[in-house]
């Protein structure tokens, strides 16, 4: 993954009131991101929690001829 905003050493804290307004933040944040800026949050964490990148899957084609039916 390259360095992008994600990786950054910038933290912001906030402080709330109560959990549903922490999690009503989180949403509003995460609804704010583009899809790829979320499939990115989900790659990193996945390397985090795996260590490693995932073989891709082989892709084999095969041509199969039809008979008369």
């Known amino acids: 993954m390259t360095q ?13 009131d109560s959990f549903e307004e922490a999690e009503r933040d989180e949403k509003e ?4 991101l ?3 800026q ?14 490693f990148p995932l073989p891709r899957f082989q892709r084999v084609f095969e041509v199969v ?3 008369q039916r």
């Open 65 to 67: 001829e039809q008979t």
């Open 4 to 16: 992008n905003k994600l990786n950054s050493p910038d933290a912001v804290f906030k402080i709330f």
């Open 38 to 51: 979320r499939l990115q949050i989900i790659e990193l964490l996945r390397e985090q929690y795996y260590g």
């Open 34 to 36: 583009s899809p790829e």
């Open 29 to 32: 944040y995460y609804l704010s």
